[in-house]
């Protein structure tokens, strides 16, 4: 492989620190009521689950 033809970088592990920050951010700004559950496995977020609730009075 020559330089002009190099692989593109994998994230690094701040670049995907960082974006997963930035996706429980931006779970929480836009949540009310409810839980935010992160998973992680080997020290990496795999997944955000958000779970809202929402309540009515009854009629």
């Known amino acids: 492989m020559s330089l002009s033809q ?9 670049d995907a620190l960082n974006e997963s920050l930035d996706s429980i ?10 839980s935010i559950t992160v998973t992680v496995h080997e020290g990496r977020v795999v997944q955000i689950d958000v779970t809202e609730k ?4 009854p009629r």
């Open 6 to 14: 190099t692989a593109p970088a994998a994230p690094s592990a701040s």
């Open 54 to 57: 929402r309540r009515f009075t």
């Open 25 to 34: 951010r931006q779970a929480l700004e836009g949540l009310r009521f409810g």
